[in-house]
């Protein structure tokens, strides 16, 4: 079934049309019909599932019926990261371009005051971070009491950065008759009950098994010596012919020492973690989306719900330290159907971690060791490990056929 039958706005239509979706993803076919009669929804989809155009087609369509008041904005969204508060914008404008509508972004790190001209104005949808919408409203520069959309998007990913009690003070502010959405990947306890507070008897679609990677991704575990960590990620890197590789660490003084000596090695390398300015921050992540650096250094900040499109491999230099982190950040490979690779990096005593991801996921991940490369003994092998990483071990990106020795390096 086409987006054609949903009900939407013919503007919309004609925004979808012109992104190039033709079918709706399965949270977009269950979301659409229940927004636009007015109910409220939870919906809970692995990453990269289409939640944004869920919720936001059916918004717009509704918003495009009416018009706001200046300094009255009509449909507000929270998101936990100022990258993914404008990437939702970024897709607002994409699917209302042919709407008449004004999208607002507004988090912290930028100038105050033009936010808060922008707020007084005529605005149709606010997207926004927790904590700067905050100091808005204690400006006064926003009132939400004429409010008919609430949007509470990546609640998983808010409630790990400890913003549930922001949202909560927000979602105070807003009119009770308002609409409410909860979009997550996971839906835990405090989730639930964070949602029967702020949700008046909604529809709630859970799709897919939540807890698993997608089956697009090719995933194994990559046991090491940790004094060889380095030296592995560099063999893997060179041995694998891939479009772009995010590289996940644990903390953010990690994250620029391995991005430092990966450029020592003639690698390309953004890098996004929270100390970071905004500045940067935006440079790092559209220079790694446009393909200026063909590898990306992360802390978790970037392992959920970013898009970025085309990632066509993600290393775990460190292992995530909660199981959710593993199937958010190989989420970001293997989106919108196309196929991805993951490589998760142990050392002896992270075994325990494997085995917990290994219980999240509810299936064992295959052990692996790279051909060729001159390992020292680490306690890991003594579990069994397959040794598989032969002529096309290394599979899974979109354009790859096995892998090759130095196309990468020629191509720079
Ligand atoms: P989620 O919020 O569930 O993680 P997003 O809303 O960020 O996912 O969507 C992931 C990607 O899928 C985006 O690049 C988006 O443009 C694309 N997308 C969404 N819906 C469709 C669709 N119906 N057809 C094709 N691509 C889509
Ligand atoms: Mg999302």
Redesign the pocket.
Known sequence: MG?KALGLHPAVLKG?EA???????P??LRAIPEVLAGKDFIGS??????????FGLPILSKLEEGKSQPGQPRCLVLEPTRELAA?VET?FRDYGRFCNLKTLVIYGGVGFDKQKRGLKGVTDTVIATPGRLLDHLQDGAVDFSGLEFLVL??VDRMLDMGFLPDVRRIVEKTRKERQTLL?T?TLPPEIERLASWVLHNPVIVEIGARRCPADSVDHAFYPVAADQKFDLLLALLDRTNYDSVLIFVRTKESADRIASRLRHANHSVAVLHSNRTQREREEALNGFKSGRYEVMVATDIASR?L?I?GVSHVINFDIPQHPEDYVHRIGRTG??SATGTAFTLVVAEEAGNMQAIERFIGRSIERKKLDGFNYFYTALFDEHTTKALGGGGVRGGRHMSGYSFGTRRNRR
């Not at 992104?19 to 993803?25: C, E, R």
């Not at 989809?45 to 869920?54: D, I, L, R, S, Y």
């Open positions: 987006f979808v992104m190039g979706f033709t079918d709706p993803s949270i977009q989809a692995q990453t990269g599932t289409g939640k944004t155009a869920a990437q897709a998007d990546e979009l990947a719900g898009d499109s989106r919108a």
